[in-house]
């Protein structure tokens, strides 16, 4: 009889084992696939409402035969213009960026050193000679995140800027930047110096055989590539992230036979989520995998990846040509998969707030290998390709396809238009990066690259102009840091941070003499009363606890417990104190300490479990009702919900 019930008992705990793991694993992220089928590859198609202004290139690369020819798309109309280069210059230039205010096409040399910019609007051509150096800073037509600060970049629509950086494994690490102004009426380049900004100084590990650097969109953090042997397998990757300034670890990825970072990592442009490639060996058959890393708790999931081969099965593959990019506004995440059983492709877009993903049907026939070029629409509406001639978009809420081209040699931009409606009043109208012109000295540390909303053209200023105006919207400013807070209008010349010196040059008549609050860039490296106070115990213990001497020719000895405590305590400084940036997260781990005896309960009383499979059981069931009574429900209650097949789901909460 005993027998018996053991085993419906048995039975049970197996259903309901598998119950949870289907239902929590839907419950956490939602997978919405969408198709147009009405999608035609041999028509171009311009969506009834356009953002902004979309450049691709018809004509004229590696070809003086022939015009360089550009399509101008916009809401109203599509415009072919040809830039007034001569023969010679036609054949040795390159794919062109077009500047912020939709002025000036800046061209990449090749075979020689001469960087040559179009006014669009006076048909003026200037060109100015670079170093052999300097050129090499732009060699790559493709901003590959691999070299993801070798690239050209408007800073505003009369400044450039060149930045590569040098040394990617065991050398010496630096910035380098040089500096362009574009003045108009005449057309006239004035260059700037080469300015070497160095890296910052990780730890490394004593084993890696080279190490690769990936600084954070606004340098508050970097992630560390750390080559290393894992015992009985291979080289993998050792991935290390690191908060700056001070400098402690926030997340790791030890890299095992099953489980090894791989591919480069991406940042999100607000430096919250880092994505990278994950290479799993599990299972006898290698494939790849995107891990997110959120930066508030250092955590690393593939729940993500989990649910795509959940749906689409463990067949599928990352489209090797498809850059993973985020859109402008740090919220989706895209990449594109390829189910290799069906021969199907999707463009998956992650929205790392709301955690759904939705997988958008590419019927567009290209191959694994295919170098393509992604991008986003100014409105973070559409996510979007080049490849074989073709400019395709993907509306990511609906699905609806569009080829804004079927002949064309290359991407060039898609930049704001002042036609883009208004967003509410109460929301940012844009996002504009702000970069510094006055580069910190090769002693200094990176300068961050902040990011305000304004639709104005911002650059440091040596010393703040800005008089505080009376408010009639703005009073009573208290910041919780303890830092002064200033109010004051949009209007050129006035300062926009109280620890930074930028300023407003320009300013549309729509926000002169709006209110703003003039806040600190470096709110972020805050530190409050209790990290100090927390700081100076730690600071006082290594004074009490001193390391031990060491003599030459004899054996090194031991550090004491105390000591190898502080070191701990000083190490993970984030994870000890992350509960009083966040107040979910309870200060002590009593919960998970209660959580883990019942586990040694039952390995008391039953000695051992007699399966792998029923240890995994036992710990879904366990895991299942201690979440139901930390969210204050009868786990009577939870045990029916889940033999009725809808078992109790938390509700997800953010940080």
């Not at 690490?173 to 380049?189: G, H, S, W």
């Not at 600084?215 to 508050?220: A, K, V, Y």
């Not at 730690?538 to 003599?551: H, I, L, W």
């Amino acid at each position: 009889m005993k027998k018996s019930i053991k085993v419906v008992l048995l039975s049970l705990l197996l259903i309901l084992s598998f119950s949870l793991s289907a239902s929590l694993t839907q419950a956490q992220i939602n997978l919405n696939v969408v198709c147009d089928p009405t999608f035609d590859t041999s028509v171009v198609t311009i969506p009834a409402s356009f953002p902004g202004i979309y450049y691709t290139q018809l004509s004229g690369i590696l070809d003086s035969n022939l015009p360089y020819r550009f399509e101008r798309i916009t809401q109203s109309s599509t415009t072919l213009i040809d830039a007034p280069l001569t023969t010679q210059q036609v054949d040795s230039l390159y794919s062109p960026h077009v500047s912020p205010n939709d002025r000036f096409m800046v061209f990449r040399p090749i075979g020689h050193n001469n960087l040559t910019v179009w006014d669009m609007l006076t048909n003026e051509i200037s060109t100015i000679s670079l170093t052999s150096e300097e050129n090499s800073f732009i060699n790559s037509d493709f901003s590959f995140y691999e070299r993801h600060l070798n690239q050209l970049i408007w800073l505003d629509g009369n400044h450039l800027q060149l930045q590569e950086l040098v040394g990617d494994y065991n050398f010496s690490r630096v910035i380098r930047i040089l500096e362009i102004t574009i003045n108009d009426a005449p057309l006239t380049l004035q260059k700037g110096s080469i300015v070497n900004v160095p890296y910052p100084s990780l730890p490394t590990l004593l084993d890696s055989e080279r190490e690769r650097i990936f600084l954070s969109p606004e340098n508050n953090y970097a992630v560390e590539l750390s080559l290393i042997n894992v015992p009985n397998y291979r080289l993998s990757e050792h991935l290390r992230v690191f908060q700056l300034n001070p400098i402690s670890m926030v997340a790791e990825i030890l890299p095992t036979a099953n489980f090894q970072a791989t591919g480069t990592p991406i940042w999100s442009p607000d430096e919250s989520t880092l994505f990278t490639i994950i290479g799993n060996d599990s299972g006898g058959t290698y494939r790849n995998q995107i891990a997110e890393i959120r930066i508030s708790d250092g955590s690393v999931n593939t729940a993500m990846w989990d649910i795509l081969e959940a749906y689409f099965g463990t067949n599928i593959k990352l489209s090797a040509g498809f850059r993973e990019i985020f859109s402008p506004d740090g919220v989706n995440f895209a990449f594109r998969i390829l189910q290799t059983s069906q021969n199907l492709s999707y463009i998956v877009v992650y929205n790392t707030l709301s955690e759904n993903i939705t997988a958008i049907c590419d019927s567009n026939e290209i191959s694994n290998t295919d170098l393509t070029h992604s991008f986003w629409s100014p409105d973070n509406q559409y996510v979007g390709y080049w490849a074989s001639q073709r400019s395709i978009i993907f509306h990511i809420q609906t699905g609806d396809m569009h080829i804004l081209s079927n002949d064309s040699q290359s991407f060039v931009s898609w930049i704001p238009d002042q036609q883009i409606p208004p967003l509410p009043t109460d929301t940012p109208s844009a996002t504009l990066t702000l970069s510094p012109t006055s580069i910190p000295t090769a002693t200094s540390t990176p300068t961050s690259t902040a990011t305000a909303t304004a639709t104005s053209t911002l650059t440091p200023t040596p010393t703040p102009t800005s008089t505080p105006q009376p408010s009639s919207l703005i009073s009573n400013i208290v910041a919780a840091n303890g830092k002064t807070y200033t109010r004051d209008t949009v209007a050129a010349g006035n300062t926009l941070y109280i620890d930074r010196t930028y300023s407003f040059v320009t300013v549309p008549s729509s926000l002169a003499g709006q209110d703003y609050i003039r806040t600190a860039n470096n709110d972020k490296q805050l530190t409050t009363a209790f990290t100090h106070e927390y700081r100076a115990l730690v600071k006082a213990g290594f004074a009490a606890n001193p390391p031990p001497e060491t003599r030459p020719g004899k054996r090194r000895i031991a550090e004491s417990p105390p000591r190898r405590l502080l070191k701990r305590l000083d190490r993970d400084q984030h994870a000890v104190l992350h509960f009083i940036h966040n107040f979910i997260v309870p200060f002590d781990n009593n919960l998970a300490e209660r959580d883990l005896r019942m586990m040694k309960v039952k390995q008391k009383v039953s000695g051992c479990f007699r399966t792998f499979h029923g240890a995994l059981v036992f710990c879904a069931v366990r895991s299942y009702l201690s979440t139901a009574r930390k969210h204050g429900y009868s786990m009577f209650s939870a045990l029916v919900d889940a033999f009725s097949g809808s078992p109790f789901t938390p509700t997800l909460l953010h940080p």
